[in-house]
T-cell receptor
């Protein structure tokens, strides 16, 4: 079955710096890769996604890159702000969504 | 609000109780999901209903029993749970079409089993 590994498990960044979270997946047939942000006590919310026919997608300060050959994809957050502090989950879809274990991002002023 | 509503938000129950979690979506989706979220573990997919038919059951103990009476409503019936079942239970919905599998989550039910 699909297995998604996510690193790092925690990430502390200074406000204004960039944050990068990486995920790898095992099933080469996976074709959809969403990223969710979950603030403390709140529901996971989709922040960006990418499909397998695209290598990169950007939305303001957030970007996602996909390397299908290496079977990994990454979330990039630039110019981080305190409100970016949350747990971020990656996921990969082949038939069903499999989630990574999450990355706790802390942005310090 | 994402259009997916879960009730109750918090639930405390003893191991001999019977309770039900409810999920309702107003997004016109036709697939619904139950996930279990435990601390420092990946989201665990429990059940999937697509077009009101259960299509996924990930080796979940029989003390969890899902019900999907229509495409807008999903229930999780709980019976004789164990303390290790304490977790956040999240409902999600999406279109059943794989190309449109963007899932929207409810706020979850925080369950504590004493």
């Amino acid at each position: 079955g699909e297995n998604v590994e996510q690193h790092p498990s925690t990430l502390s960044v200074q406000e204004g710096d960039s944050a990068v979270i990486k995920c790898t997946y095992s099933d080469s047939a996976s074709n959809y890769f969403p990223w969710y942000k979950q603030e403390l006590g709140k529901r996971p919310q989709l922040i960006i996604d990418i499909r397998s026919n695209v290598g990169e997608k950007k939305d303001q300060r957030i970007a996602v890159t996909l390397n299908k050959t290496a079977k990994h994809f990454s979330l990039h957050i630039t110019e981080t702000q305190p409100e970016d502090s949350a747990v971020y989950f990656c996921a990969a879809l082949w038939g069903k969504l499999q989630f990574g274990a999450g990355t706790q991002v802390v942005v310090t002023p | 609000e994402t259009g997916v509503t879960q009730t109750p938000r918090h639930l405390v129950m003893g191991m001999t109780n019977k309770k039900s979690l409810k999920c309702e979506q107003h997004l016109g989706h036709n697939a619904m999901y139950w996930y279990k979220q435990s601390a420092k573990k990946p989201l665990e997919l429990m059940f999937v209903y697509s077009l009101e038919e259960r299509v996924e059951n990930n080796s979940v103990p029989s003390r969890f029993s899902p019900e999907c009476p229509n495409s807008s409503h999903l229930f999780l019936h709980l019976h004789t749970l164990q303390p290790e079942d304490s977790a956040l239970y999240l409902c999600a919905s999406s279109q059943a079409t794989p190309a449109k599998n963007i899932q929207y989550f409810g706020a979850g039910t925080r369950l504590s089993v004493l």
